[in-house]
């Protein structure tokens, strides 16, 4: 059998933390036990991985015991790395710099790596994202692009999957990227008895639509954050990047490099993302119509309306609408 490692740090814990554990070690365990009615053998052995036995998490409400230390686990085929409070290897305390360290060791080994929401953060801080694409929740992209910038950060995905490495977007969105491991390492009828077991959407990719649109501005660019403000509150208007370039007296090609690396968007996605975000908080609270909407955000081509609103929430507006506002449906 494989062995499964599900990572419990020791301090720098939140409540997402023990929801990430006991949630993939249900997940597991069921797909092992349906796995056995199916008369075959289960494919995960499944421990709590720790960097010492000698202290449980306590939380104010639950205390986790750990099955095994790092020292205990020699090789390891998977290992999950739930949400939790560390952000980079300097802040981490000194059993959480282990478990760190261990991953990367155990990674080099040949061992697969999946992280939970902000357990990218621990992932990221292992090294071993370095130029590779990545998801986390959509609120930390800013600090997580802060800390990472090598890091290909797409918190649009709610999964990515490169090279025996997993990640994936926020909260109990883990569960997805639970279903989709069940599928890789077991088969897909065991992760649709999950998915019903659990009753977990499966198949879903995008974590866009709950994503909240908020322009990244911890950057040392003046111009370009005037560029932001500039958008942020004349989007409704009929914006042009090339006079607005103009007015800062700069060339469209320097204002668009200078864009992207102060915010990691070009200024017409940017501009798109603050129009779009303003029409997400129309369509959930008012009684307009789609189309009043569209005209409100600066948009007259329904079309156009449409086929933006959808790249960047994965949703139609019709549909969002319907989804998030009580009057609607």
């Known amino acids: ?26 997940v597991f365990a069921e797909a092992n036990r349906f796995t056995e009615r199916r008369g075959r053998q289960p494919v995960f052995t499944i421990d709590l991985v720790a960097a010492t036995r ?6 104010s409400l639950v205390t986790l015991k750990k ?26 305390a000194k059993n959480n710099r282990r478990l760190i360290d261990w991953i990367r060791a155990q990674h ?4 697969e790596v999946g992280s939970m929401c902000a357990g990218g953060f621990t992932l990221a801080a292992t090294g071993l994202l370095e130029g590779k694409v990545c998801s986390t929740h959509w609120a930390l992209a800013s600090e ?34 639970l279903m989709y491991l069940v599928e890789k390492f077991y088969d897909r009828k065991t992760a649709i008895h999950c998915a019903k077991y659990f009753q977990v959407d499966l198949d879903r990719g995008l974590q866009a639509g709950f994503a909240i649109f908020s322009g990244y501005k911890k950057h040392q660019d003046d111009m370009i954050l005037k560029a932001q403000t500039y958008l942020e509150k004349n989007f409704a208007e009929g914006i042009s990047i090339e006079a607005l370039s103009s007015e800062f007296a700069t060339g469209r090609r320097t204002f668009d490099r200078r864009f992207i690396k102060a915010t990691g968007l070009t200024p017409l996605d ?34 156009a309306f449409r086929s933006v609103f959808h790249r960047i929430t994965g949703l139609s507006p019709v549909a969002y609408k319907s989804k998030y506002n009580r009057a609607s449906s």
């Not at 062995?3 to 993939?24: F, K, N, R, Y």
């Not at 739930?82 to 981490?92: D, H, K, M, Q, T």
């Not at 080099?108 to 061992?111: E, I, K, L, N, S």
């Open 67 to 92: 099955h095994v230390a790092v020292d205990d686990v020699r090789r390891t085929d998977l290992i999950l790395i739930p949400a939790s409070g560390i952000r980079n290897y300097a802040l981490a």
């Open 270 to 303: 940017y501009l798109q993302r603050v129009k779009v975000e303003a029409a997400k908080k129309e369509l959930e609270g008012s009684k307009k119509s789609v189309r009043e909407i569209m005209y409100d955000v600066g948009y007259t081509d329904t079309k």
């Open 54 to 59: 000698h202290r449980p998490l306590k939380d």
């Open 108 to 111: 080099h080994r040949g061992a």
């Open 144 to 177: 997580f692009k802060e800390l990472f910038p090598e890091v290909l950060l797409q918190t649009d995905q709610l999964i990515t999957d490169e090279d025996g490495i997993y990640t994936n977007g926020g909260a109990y969105s883990f569960l997805q990227l």
């Open 1 to 26: 059998m494989k062995h499964l490692s599900i990572l419990v740090p020791d301090e720098q814990t939140t409540m997402s933390t023990l929801a990430c554990i006991i949630g993939s070690h249900q």
